[in-house]
């Protein structure tokens, strides 16, 4: 179906959107989160370098790349700004209803987009400790 | 500084010519009459309403009562449909028979859900075929044929695909059905050719008789008309009933009293798109083919969807891979550029859009495309900064999603 209706973005979605955080790739990521389904539309990859500061395993870098509607960037981008400097366990808490309050809220239909951006976070952390 | 403004979005809705608008403000405060009353206020507005009946009757080779207003194509629809099963179905002569509608499956929402609905509300009366189209998004006639039942009383086939602007062959499945329908005897089922017209009738023939439709679909907010008007050309011998009651209008077939003003500046819409029918395809064809050469030099992967060929004047349908349409949507809106999309992403059901899919495109394809449809108030101005904008917002999504492979 044709775009009858645009989803009402808010102030702090629209901004993430046009100026997002953390965009790019890392060279050599300690983990890298990838998800989403082609049926849906959206696709996040989070990079992640994770570094030890005071005996705690801490996000010290973390970069998105995102193939998705407007909540998919912004969600991702919103996430990373919540993920970094935070400890691993810190940022498994994360959940869908942290990055979309952040963000001011985002439209029902879109609260998707804020479940994929933490499960790619949980990916990426997954995947650093399969690699340890 | 002024904002630049550019609207590539002619099939989602078009503005009101300024010359239709004056023909309509009359009859809001001034000849304000209700065309069914049987004073003298009335007799004005139902000459105004006559007026614009013939109008639209003889555009499209019919007469003046075989002319239904309703209140848009979606209703139009709707009446088309539900009308047929209803009278039909009424009928002593046809009560126990089972009947079989012919839909493609690329119709607007307003015909397939209304074919859905049919089939829900009565499953043991009503029999649907949704006819795909081939990759080229055209509905070819023999699949039209092959599907034809001695129980088939309706086939519709849009003419123009309002998102991939492809034409289909309404005059050589108008002719196939003909002697099928010669066939039919006063015992048999009829069988109607419906077709919805709402985004040819710009730019085609809609001869009800060159055709061979018995109903024919199309409203005026698509023709530079006002919103909230349509009509359903209904010809004399077709079997329908009301789907709206109270009152009678439009000899029993569309109860409610007659949006006036509408119906004069449809009338006037119609008038217009008659007269300048010829020039704007010739117009609206040069810039579409202008855009399309752009696009295709400026955005690397650019790939139309639909026949390049069999396609409507003002439709370009693009999809640009590793971008998702919403968000391109968005970014061409921030620099003032109306456009629409097949993503999931931006329909209230997230699902993407049913012709990207009867097309044999994947999702991926489907989320990424954008649709561009022209009008009568483009310049070569507008184009090239549509050009120049896309391409930019176009690198700057693939910036962001580089290093997704799919």
């Known amino acids: 179906m044709l775009i009858k209706k645009m989803a009402l973005y808010s102030k702090k979605v629209m901004d993430h959107f046009l100026s997002p955080r953390n965009m790019g790739k890392i060279e050599n990521p300690d983990g890298v989160g990838e998800v989403g389904n082609p049926v849906c539309g959206d696709l996040m990859k989070l990079f992640i370098k994770v570094k030890k500061e005071k005996g705690k395993e801490i996000i010290s870098e973390i970069k998105f790349q995102t193939l998705g509607c407007g909540s998919a960037i912004a969600t991702s981008s919103m996430i990373t700004e919540l993920a970094k400097g935070k400890t691993l366990d810190e940022a498994l808490k994360i959940t869908r209803n942290d990055v979309a309050k952040s963000l001011d809220g985002l439209p029902p239909e879109k609260m998707h987009c804020s479940n994929l951006a933490a499960d790619a976070l949980g990916e990426a952390i997954r995947d650093y400790k399969n690699k340890k | ?406």
């Open chain 2, 1 to 406: 500084m002024k904002k630049t403004l550019v609207y590539l979005d002619y099939a989602a809705t078009t503005p009101v010519d300024k010359r239709v608008l004056k023909k309509m403000l009359p009859l809001f405060s001034v000849n304000f009459g209700n065309a069914s009353s049987l004073h003298h206020f009335g007799e004005v507005a139902k000459e105004a309403v006559n007026n614009s009946r013939k109008t639209i009757a003889d555009s499209l080779g019919i007469l003046p009562e075989e002319v239904v207003f309703t209140s848009g194509a979606t209703e139009s629809n709707n009446l088309a449909l539900k009308g047929i099963f209803k009278g039909l179905s009424a009928l002593p002569k046809y009560k126990n028979k089972k009947l079989h509608f012919i839909v493609s499956a690329i119709e607007h929402p307003c015909v397939l859900d209304s074919a859905k609905n049919l089939m829900a509300d009565f499953p043991n009366m009503v029999e649907v075929t949704f006819l795909l189209p081939n990759k080229e998004g055209i509905v070819e006639p023999k699949t039209v044929t092959d599907a034809i039942r001695p129980n088939t009383v309706l086939v519709s086939l849009m003419y123009v695909n309002n998102e991939i602007g492809t034409i289909q062959p309404i005059k050589e499945v108008g002719q196939l059905l003909l002697p099928i329908k010669k066939k039919r005897r006063p015992t048999d089922l009829p069988l109607y050719f419906h077709s919805d017209a709402t985004q040819a009738f710009s730019y085609f023939d809609c001869n009800l008789d060159n055709l061979g439709l018995d109903l024919l679909t199309f409203s005026a907010h698509k023709i530079y008309g006002p919103k909230g008007v349509g009509a359903l050309a209904v010809k004399k011998g077709v079997i329908i009933a009301p789907v709206q009651h109270g009152g009678g209008h439009e000899w029993k077939k569309r109860s409610g009293t007659l949006n006036v003003s509408g119906i004069v500046g449809f009338g006037e819409a119609v008038g217009l798109a008659k007269k300048e029918r010829k020039s704007n395809v010739k117009k609206i064809t040069a810039q579409r083919k202008y855009l399309s050469q752009k696009i295709e030099k400026e955005i690397e992967g650019a790939v139309l969807n639909g026949s390049p060929v069999d396609r409507s004047p003002n439709n370009l349908n693009y999809s640009f891979p590793g971008i998702e349409g919403e968000s391109l949507v968005l970014l061409l809106s921030q620099a003032g550029i109306g456009v629409s999309t097949g993503s999931a992403c931006s329909s209230e059901t997230l699902k993407a859009s049913h012709v990207q899919l009867a097309i044999g495109n994947d999702h991926l394809r489907a989320h990424s495309s954008i649709r561009f449809t022209l009008g009568k108030y483009l310049t070569k101005k507008d184009l090239d900064y549509v050009a120049k904008e896309l391409k930019s917002a176009v690198n700057r999504l693939r910036a962001i999603s580089r290093e997704i492979k799919v």
